[in-house]
């Protein structure tokens, strides 16, 4: 080797060393080890949920597929204290309502409606417009599946699939196997931007013959609330490190009730399984009399209060070193018809007032959220605090 060439390998030699100095003490006075800069980011989006005092609407798939209704609505929420909407994403026939990327969904028939063409454009939107996207899955009422995984589905004494008094399957909740199908299409919708998923019918089915249902040996090993439980704990569990919170819909006598109501909505069992509880606490959908209300759809202020009231001591009261759920129930933007021969000179129409109240009694039960329901998705605009 010349004198030149071993000038150059000794200043090669130099630089080497000094870079590896200068990065052992970078790391050092940084807190960081050389090795660090090979360790790829951690994929838990858990510490990045973002948490929003929601005030939020119902909206059907037909709903953000049909461009002029979404839009129309999109103005509504610009005008309004809304800022949150719920979306189905799987809705009460059991079917995908946008172009999924699961390929065992379109086979076994989930995506033969499809009314969102183009998710990502909708999930744009609302991010530009900062409107909290929340995606309902209606859990184990699935006409679809159930009928074409008998193995998965509710059986009868039988041993056929099960249906209830509208002719509607539902998946078992005390098999394991047929939580992986909601908690997968949940993934992927956190995955596509929605960041809370609201398992809705999260529970044992309630009408129909139910004395014909057999759940097998089951049922007297494990109680229906706890099956639930367990459900909504493992859907949360694999859901977390998405970065989404997770809420589950229940009866709103649920709030009241001393146990699980023969189909697995145990208020305390719920609120240490998931981020928020959603009791649909529609006055129209309470017996008259109830809570000492002779007509409870005439007088909505008393029975959201007293419901929502119920369930906060309710949960306040649980002693446990976990988290707790907050409440944010489901209230009523629709009127009730098929009350008027009932209540006579009592039907109440409903409008400003009656939105304005119920929203009041949340306030005035220490609860900052809620959200409104009407099927059709026509809300009134003078119920709302304007922007």
């Not at 006598?253 to 609120?271: F, P, R």
């Amino acid at each position: 080797m010349g004198k030149g060439c071993r000038n150059i390998f000794i200043f090669a030699t130099i630089i080497i060393l000094f870079s590896f100095f200068y990065v052992d003490n970078y790391s050092h006075s940084t807190g960081f080890s050389k090795k660090d800069f090979l360790v790829q980011p951690d994929t838990n989006w858990a510490p990045y949920k973002e948490k929003v005092e929601v005030k939020g609407i119902y909206l059907t798939g037909n709903t953000v597929g049909y461009k002029d209704r979404f839009d129309e609505l999109i103005r509504f929420i610009d005008t309004t204290e809304i800022n949150a909407v719920v979306i189905d994403i799987k809705d009460d026939l059991g079917e995908i309502t946008y172009n999924t990327d699961l390929d065992y969904l379109k086979d076994i028939g989930a995506t033969n409606n499809i009314r969102i063409e183009d998710i990502g454009e909708v999930m744009s939107i609302l991010r530009e417009k900062d409107i909290y996207p929340i995606a309902r899955i209606v859990t184990f009422k699935d006409r679809n599946l159930a009928s074409k995984r008998p193995d998965l589905a509710v059986k009868s004494k039988e041993g056929t699939v099960w249906r209830d008094n509208k002719g509607d399957a539902w998946l078992n909740p005390y098999n394991k196997e047929s939580w992986e199908y909601p908690v997968k299409i949940a993934e992927e919708a956190a995955l596509k931007g929605f960041k809370e998923i609201q398992f809705d019918y999260v529970r044992f089915p309630t009408d129909g013959k139910r004395d014909f249902i057999d759940y097998g040996q089951a049922i007297k090993d494990i109680p229906m609330e706890e099956a639930i439980g367990e459900f909504l704990k493992y859907a949360k569990e694999r859901l977390e490190p998405l970065g989404v919170y997770v809420s589950a819909d229940v009866f709103g006598l649920v709030t009241t009730s001393e146990d699980d109501m023969g189909l697995g909505q145990y208020l305390e069992t719920i609120a240490t399984s998931v981020d928020i509880v959603s009791p649909m606490v529609y006055p129209s959908h309470y017996a008259m009399g109830s809570y000492g209300v002779r007509y409870p759809d005439a007088e909505p202020y008393k029975i959201v209060y007293k419901s929502v009231t119920t369930a906060v001591n309710r949960i306040d009261n649980i002693h446990t070193n976990d988290r707790k759920a907050i409440i944010r129930p489901w209230l009523q933007d629709f009127s009730a018809p098929w009350l008027k021969k009932q209540y006579g000179s009592y039907y109440t129409k409903y409008g400003e007032k009656q939105i304005k109240a119920q929203i009041q009694a949340c306030y005035d039960s220490g609860v900052r959220e809620w959200i409104f329901w009407n099927a059709s998705n026509k809300y009134t605009l003078d119920g709302y605090e304007r922007k």
